[in-house]
Each structure stands twice: as structure tokens, then as C-alpha cells.
């Protein structure tokens, strides 16, 4: 929580070219050595906004060796900004722009804010559909299909599930659908199609982010294995350039294929991978349009905690 905003009146040459081009660590770094502050005291002062962050965490940040990620690793991020007195979101931001190791440089559509907003969010829909993170399962193999229409909004994707049980008793799945910037998650619609049926629904309007429980016929026992298909159906968001998959627990196969209508093909596509949603992108390679079909695909035989996904340019 922000309880006013009060900057320095002067800000140090360094300090500010480190804000203004980063990297993250370069400006933390700058900005901790500007106020004079040991990082005893900058864990003293995170204390009193309510957040918990080790000193070594604090050492690791400054020199690069590791970047905040998790929710309340993030929330330390913007209690830093006021007690460095730096300006509302300058090292947030610097999370998600800095250069990736080719030298160029590929922000997200969404910012690195929204998704830790989404991240929040999502565990407040999981609590009320009293819903385990990962619903007591291991996903085997994971095929999805994003479809793209004639308003290059993102229209509809489907999504098969295989899973192997680990927790006696499971007789559901919880399916999370995370909208474009504007999308209307009220409106969008979930069909269960192969082997489950809908049950409860929540979704949070600010965000985007969708919950829905997928129900299956019997109560499945530790061991046992299951498919199951089901499918969003969205187009309430605008022109959309990016399909991503957040993995928070290494697992099986993964597939992504992207169909775009006719009269919506982009110019040009990419794959893409993250350490995690705060880590700058890398793995970026091209990705062939089929040309009758108009889609592209990637495949991970064996996915790893972390971020894939698809991207592509309309101009």
C-alpha cells in the first residue's frame, strides 16, 4: 500500500541514467548508494510496509544475481521506489524492459504490474473455489489451440489435458483463462467437452483473470490417469499480439498451436521463453505461417518452471 509519494529533490547523474536505461540491478544499486542506506537499514524500513525480504535477497538483487519474482518479492520492489524516494514505477518498470541477451529488446503486452495484479488476483479465485494451485495433479501432456479472429482479437482457445493423479479423492480441475488488456471475463464463455462437465465460475473484472471448475464423473485415486478437453470462448478484448503460458511446476509435454483468420495474418512470428514472468525474454525464434492453414506452433517435450509462449507483428 502507498502512503504518498516524496521524491528527492535531487537526483544523482548516475542514478539517473541507470533509471532511465537500466538494467534492474545497475539501478538499485545506484539508488541504495545514493540514499547511503546499508541494506540492514532498507530491510528495516521493508519491515514497516509489511513486507519480509532477507538481506541476501537484498545483495542478490543489486548484483544481478537474482531478480524479484514472486508476488511479495514484487510488492518489495514498489515499497523500494518510495523508500529510495524513486519515481512511481521506475524499477518496476525496469523489470520487464530490459534488453534481452541479443540486444534487442521485446516488452509484453501486459505489464509486469497487471500481472502481478493477475497473480493476486488468481489466488483469491482459487481460495473461494477452495482449489489447490495445482488441483492435485501432474499434467502429462497439455495441447492448446488459440484461435485469432477477423479483428485480430484473441476468439476462442481450446486446451486437452492429460494428468496423472497424486492425491486421492480428486474429482475436478480448476482452468484459468487470463484475457487480453480489456478483455470482459463476465462475458466470456466455457464449454466443457470431453469427459468433464462446468461447475462454479468466478473471475475477477480488473484483471482479466477467469476461474472455472471443470467436474469430472468420479472421484479419481493417486496413480490414475485422465483426459479431459474443454474450451474459452473470449473475443471482448481488442487487437491482441501474444499467446503465453506460465508454468509454476515442471511437467509433461506442452503444445501451443495459433490459427489466425483470413483476413487477420500477421507479417511475421516468434517463440519466446522466460525464466519466470520478471526475467527478460530470451529463446526467441522465428516461427514459419503455414500458409494454407495460417498457423503456427511450438512443442516442449518436457516443460520447466517458467514462462513459453507465441508472439507475432501485424505491421
Not at 483426459?227 to 506460465?246: H, N, P
Request: glycine share 10%.
Amino acid at each position: 500500500m502507498r502512503h504518498g509519494t516524496q521524491h528527492a529533490d535531487v537526483v544523482p547523474a548516475e542514478l539517473e541514467a541507470a533509471l532511465r536505461g537500466g538494467p534492474f540491478h545497475v539501478a538499485l544499486r545506484a539508488a541504495i548508494t545514493a540514499r547511503g542506506l546499508p541494506l540492514q537499514r532498507v530491510q528495516h524500513h521493508l519491515s514497516r510496509y509489511g513486507v519480509r525480504v532477507g538481506v541476501t535477497s537484498l545483495s542478490y538483487w543489486q548484483q544481478g544475481a537474482r531478480r524479484p519474482q514472486r508476488p511479495e518479492s514484487l510488492r518489495a520492489v514498489r515499497a523500494l521506489e518510495e523508500i529510495l524516494q524513486l519515481p512511481d514505477e521506475s524499477l518496476i518498470r525496469l523489470l520487464t524492459t530490459d534488453d534481452e541477451p541479443d540486444g534487442t529488446n521485446h516488452p509484453p503486452a501486459r505489464s509486469y504490474r497487471s500481472l502481478v495484479e493477475a497473480s493476486g488476483a488468481l489466488e483469491r479465485l482459487l481460495a473461494e473455489l477452495e482449489s489447490p494451485l495445482d488441483g492435485g495433479v501432474h499434467t502429462i501432456g497439455h495441447h492448446e489451440h488459440v484461435r485469432i479472429g477477423g479483428r485480430r482479437e484473441l476468439l476462442a482457445r481450446e486446451s486437452q489435458h492429460i494428468v496423472r493423479v497424486h492425491t486421492d479423492g480428486v474429482d475436478r480441475f480448476v482452468a484459468i483463462h487470463h484475457g487480453d488488456p480489456g478483455c470482459a471475463p463476465d462475458r466470456i464463455a466455457v464449454h466443457a467437452l470431453e469427459n468433464c462437465r462446468t461447475g462454479r465460475v468466478r473471475w475477477h473484472l480488473d484483471t482479466g483473470v477467469l476461474a472455472a471448475e471443470l467436474l469430472f464423473d468420479t472421484k479419481l485415486r493417486t496413480g490414475d490417469t485422465f483426459l479431459f478437453r474443454y474450451a474459452f470462448e473470449d473475443g471482448t478484448a481488442g487487437a491482441s499480439c501474444e499467446y503465453i503460458r506460465d508454468f509454476s511446476y515442471a511437467g509433461g509435454q506442452y503444445a501451443l498451436q495459433v490459427s489466425f483468420a483470413e483476413e487477420a495474418v500477421p507479417v511475421r512470428c516468434h517463440r519466446f521463453t522466460q525464466h519466470s514472468s520478471a526475467a527478460p525474454r530470451s529463446g526467441r525464434q522465428e516461427l514459419r505461417l503455414s500458409g494454407r492453414h495460417r498457423s503456427v506452433h511450438l512443442v516442449e517435450p518436457r516443460v520447466r518452471s517458467g514462462v513459453v509462449g507465441i508472439g507475432w507483428d501485424w505491421e
